[in-house]
């Protein structure tokens, strides 16, 4: 039973940073694509970065030189750091894990970004 688990998120001001964390049990982590998504209220989920298995990444235009996707194979974990965060950044961030053509999803974890 493989398992993804988003962690870190919370209410940080204008400006500030987080680092989101996805854990994924269960399975040969190494094989994954990672990809983190959010959704704000009342908005449809967007993709905003994606890391392969090989370590390839990319970024939504709206997050780059702002956001920095990762792995850590050994821990089985990817991250999300996010910097300059913006009011608009508000939203659950998702972590989407998927080889060949199977697709694990986490439940979410919510970032607010407010004064």
């Known amino acids: 039973q493989v398992q993804v688990v988003e962690s870190g998120g919370g209410l940080v001001q204008p400006g500030g940073s987080l680092r989101l964390s996805c854990a994924v049990s269960?399975?040969?982590?190494?094989?994954?694509?990672l990809d983190w998504y959010r959704q704000p209220l009342g908005k449809e989920r967007e993709l905003v970065a994606s890391i392969t298995s090989g370590g390839s990444t990319n970024y939504a235009d709206f997050v780059k030189g702002r956001f920095t996707i990762s792995r850590d194979n050994a821990n089985e974990s990817a991250y999300l750091q996010m910097n300059s965060l913006k009011p608009e950044d508000t939203a659950v961030y998702f972590c989407?894990?998927?080889?060949?053509?199977?697709?694990?999803w986490g439940q979410g974890t919510q970032v607010t970004v407010s004064s």
């Open positions: 989407k894990a998927s080889v060949l053509y199977t697709t694990y």
């Open positions: 269960g399975s040969i982590f190494s094989l994954y694509r």
